[in-house]
């Protein structure tokens, strides 16, 4: 196992005297840090204002108590899309079970439809702190994303494309077993790259992410208590034509406390045709993938269940 400083941490926070106002030093320094993390790593933990400690032990706390409902009262959240709705003990995650809420940036209704489905009387806390977390952990990947394009130095029209990859906003709650007595450690997600454009995640107290390295060990992460880790998905790679890459990672549980964690998923808008800058293309970088829309790509995934190189095989050329 190597250190887990080798996953550097990007400072955000204006209370630690950072600007990342368009056209500051500080955001182009910090614009750097963010490409070359993705170049090398394909993955980085921030640490922001954004997450009071209130926001995140209600958020947590309300998680819990979501999960400790009837199982048939989870299973109302249904949706017939690949990995959304309320899944538990799938073929994918077996010691987990997990809710794919989705909703769009430009209205949050969903988020109150499913606290309402959860809880015919309403739950308008978990429903803010759902809401305030989703739209934080939006706005911060819209940064990132760029911050990047400045970092490349491409054409400002390319924000514009940034945006559309971070179009729709699927957010994730899960919660994963505790191994079983016989045994000290679980893979409780198995080794895989995230499918869509970027995924922010923060935890509980409960540490058990691992990132494989490009050297081939499994780093632990800890994600900092005000933070995220930022994970780059197979879309970003295809649309830097391999340039960032996409960090596998899987999930390891051990010890005797749950871990539970809130992802947001940036996914490209509906039929966007997924087809990078042709600033990433060169003699030296040859175009690696054709272009094809996101929803093929996840039915690929679903249908064919593979796991390795997947964006290879669906769109490699
Ligand atoms: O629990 C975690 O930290 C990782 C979750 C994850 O990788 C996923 O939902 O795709
Ligand atoms: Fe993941």
Redesign the pocket.
């Known amino acids: 196992m190597t250190i887990e400083s080798e996953i550097p941490i990007l400072d955000l926070r204006r209370s630690s005297g950072v600007n990342l106002e368009e056209g500051s030093d500080g955001r182009k320094e910090m614009g750097n840090k963010v490409r070359e993390a993705f170049e090398t790593h394909g993955c980085f933990l921030i640490r922001c204002d954004e997450i009071p400690k209130e926001l995140r032990a209600g958020l947590f706390g309300n998680i819990k108590s979501l999960f400790d409902l009837p199982e048939e009262t989870k299973k109302k959240l249904y949706n017939p899309k690949p990995y959304r709705g309320y899944t538990s003990k799938s073929r994918v995650?077996p010691h987990?079970e997990?809710f794919g809420i989705d909703n769009s940036p430009k209205a949050d209704t969903t988020l109150e439809e499913f606290t309402n489905l959860m809880w015919p009387e309403g739950n308008p806390t978990f429903c803010e702190e759902l809401r305030s977390m989703t739209s934080k952990a939006r706005e911060l990947s819209v940064l990132i994303l760029k911050m990047l394009v400045e970092s490349l130095g491409l054409p400002e029209q390319y924000k514009l494309d940034v945006e559309d990859l971070n179009n729709y906003n699927d957010t994730?709650v899960?919660r994963?077993q505790l191994p079983p007595d016989t045994k000290e450690t679980e893979i409780?997600?198995t080794l895989?790259t995230?499918k869509g454009t970027l995924?922010l995640?923060c935890?509980n107290d409960v540490q058990?992410?691992q990132v494989l390295s490009k050297t081939g060990n499994y780093v632990d992460?800890k994600?900092p208590y005000d933070g995220f880790?930022v994970?780059v998905g197979d879309i970003l790679k295809a649309w830097s034509n391999g340039r960032f890459q996409a960090a596998p990672?899987?999930?390891v549980t051990k010890g005797d406390k749950e871990?539970l964690?809130f992802?947001l998923?940036s996914v490209p808008k509906q039929n966007m045709l997924i087809k990078g800058p042709s600033e990433f293309v060169d003699d030296d970088h040859p175009l690696r993938y054709r272009s094809f829309h996101y929803d093929e790509f996840v039915d690929y995934h679903y249908t064919t269940s593979t796991e390795e190189s997947v964006l290879e095989k669906f769109a490699g050329i």
Request: net charge positive; aromatic share 8%.
């Open positions: 995650i987990s997990s994730r899960t994963y409780a997600l895989h995230d995924a995640i935890e058990g992410l992460v994600i880790v994970i990672h899987r999930v871990r964690v992802v998923f």
